[in-house]
């Protein structure tokens, strides 16, 4: 909602101290009061529109009565976001304690811990870039600690290491090894796909073999069973005719 106003140049209606121009002799206002006042109710209208337009149907109870985009904000803010030290305390733990699971999804994980920074700086309750950086370091799993500790262990790197740079290290090396786990994949399933082609390839070779000895197909010399083969004589034994 922020970006959308900052995008919009409306942020300003819903500052603290956001109040419409008032002209120095009410009674008897200027062109320019008249002017000023004009604009500031039009923009202030712009701003309440889009913050209604912002909210679901369930959420419109939360600015009843409100009539600046100021005093919606303070409704909305009053009830959606908790800024007292149980707040603090409670989003500061769940920041501090998150780790990632093996397996797990760089991106989502990176922008979880983001959403938890920023909802504490937007209860007035800062934290440092640094500490983010020492945050998502130790977030990170068992899997990370050796390639973590590769890059950072450096006492010239932490100092200068800003979270964005971080940020941008991490993602690029959980696609290389993304990839290359794909690529493993990959490479057993076409070995697999290629052995069982071999066998089936040889056993189409085995079905079209020409016995030398008989003349049949199917078998080679050395396993033919009729006179002169080698396994001659030990093929299964045929009911005479007659039922003898």
Request: with cysteine; proline share 2%; charged share 35%.
């Amino acid at each position: 909602m922020l970006a959308v106003l900052r995008d919009l140049g409306l942020e300003k209606y819903i500052e603290k101290d956001a109040s419409p121009p008032e002209a120095a002799d009410k009674a008897n206002p200027t062109q320019d009061e008249k002017e000023a006042e004009k604009k500031w109710k039009e923009g202030d209208a712009k701003a309440r529109t889009r913050i209604e337009l912002s909210i679901g149907d369930s959420e419109m109870i939360h600015i009843s009565g409100a009539d600046s985009a100021r005093e919606m904000w303070e409704q909305l803010t009053t009830v959606k976001e908790s800024k007292g030290r149980l707040g603090v305390l409670a989003t500061r733990r769940t920041l501090y304690r998150i780790t990632a699971e093996e397996g797990f999804e760089m991106v989502d994980h990176i922008s979880k811990l983001r959403k938890l920074q920023e909802e504490l700086h937007l209860m007035e309750n800062k934290v440092s870039d640094e500490d983010f950086v020492m945050i998502l370091i130790t977030s990170l799993p068992e899997s990370w600690d050796q390639y973590t500790s590769a890059y950072l262990g450096s006492s010239s790197n932490m100092p200068t290491l800003k979270s964005h740079e971080l940020v941008a290290i991490l993602l690029e090396e959980d696609r290389r090894r993304r990839g290359r786990s794909d690529d493993t994949a990959s490479g057993v399933a076409m070995q697999a796909k290629f052995s069982r082609g071999d066998k089936s390839s040889d056993s189409k070779k085995s079905e079209k073999r020409k016995c030398f000895n008989c003349g049949k197909e199917g078998h080679i010399k050395e396993d033919c069973w009729s006179k002169g083969g080698g396994r001659e004589g030990k093929g299964p034994a045929r009911r005479k005719k007659g039922g003898d």
